[in-house]
């Protein structure tokens, strides 16, 4: 997204959205609820995850400064969230209300064109993430996370990485010890 594009979301935002300050283990969103509503991040660390009938947490991403999170299904089909968001550090989010946004996308074609370029960019994320999860290795997902996201690696725990890649803590500590 280019500067100019950022600054008309950027003051979109800070017009309409509402600032909020999370503490360290608090939750945007629970699995299961409703939310009308986008989070861009100003500042800190957030976790999205699911969380299975039986209790294990599987992550989905973790999203940081500069970057808007929300459950698409619960915004446009005001269906239950299917995931769960808590910051993993005390973070600022400017809250949006999505039927805002949509309307005033409607009548605001530079905002309409920053949101649909907002979406493709979170198709591609997503689609990379599935082709990492389905063709690369565990040992090969952990390495492009710490050479594309090293100073995401260091806010994380080790159990979130693991978490992350989808292995077990044990699993990471022999991937690392592999690579050192």
Same mark, same amino acid.
């Given at each position: 997204?280019?500067?100019?594009?950022?600054?008309?979301?950027?003051?979109?935002?800070?017009?309409?959205?509402?600032?909020?300050?999370?503490?360290?283990?608090?939750?945007?969103?629970?699995?299961?609820?409703?939310?009308?509503?986008?989070?861009?991040?100003?500042?800190?660390?957030?976790? #999205?995850?699911?969380?299975?009938?039986?209790?294990?947490?599987?992550?989905?991403?973790?999203?940081?400064?500069?970057?808007?999170?929300?459950?698409?299904?619960?915004?446009?089909?005001?269906?239950?969230?299917?995931?769960?968001?808590?910051?993993?550090?005390?973070?600022?989010?400017?809250?949006?209300?999505?039927?805002?946004?949509?309307?005033?996308?409607?009548?605001?074609?530079?905002?309409?064109?920053?949101?649909?370029?907002?979406?493709?960019?979170?198709?591609?994320?997503?689609?990379?993430?599935?082709?990492?999860?389905?063709?690369?290795?565990?040992?090969?997902?952990?390495?492009?996370?710490?050479?594309?996201?090293?100073?995401?690696?260091?806010?994380?725990?080790?159990?979130?990485? #693991?978490?992350?890649?989808?292995?077990?803590?044990?699993?990471?500590?022999?991937?690392?010890?592999?690579?050192?």
């Amino acid at each position: 997204m280019s500067l100019e594009d950022n600054m008309h979301l950027f003051n979109y935002v800070e017009q309409f959205g509402k600032l909020m300050s999370l503490k360290k283990h608090q939750h945007l969103i629970r699995q299961g609820q409703e939310a009308g509503s986008l989070y861009f991040i100003r500042s800190g660390l957030i976790k #999205a995850y699911y969380l299975t009938t039986d209790g294990k947490e599987f992550i989905k991403s973790f999203i940081s400064e500069g970057n808007v999170i929300g459950s698409l299904s619960t915004l446009y089909e005001h269906q239950p969230s299917t995931f769960s968001m808590v910051c993993l550090e005390d973070t600022m989010v400017y809250e949006i209300d999505f039927k805002h946004l949509f309307t005033t996308t409607s009548d605001d074609p530079e905002l309409s064109q920053i949101m649909i370029r907002t979406l493709i960019e979170l198709a591609q994320k997503k689609e990379k993430r599935e082709y990492e999860f389905l063709c690369l290795t565990a040992a090969e997902r952990y390495q492009l996370l710490t050479n594309e996201n090293p100073e995401l690696v260091n806010r994380l725990t080790q159990n979130d990485i #693991a978490k992350y890649l989808g292995i077990t803590a044990v699993g990471l500590s022999r991937i690392k010890s592999r690579n050192q």
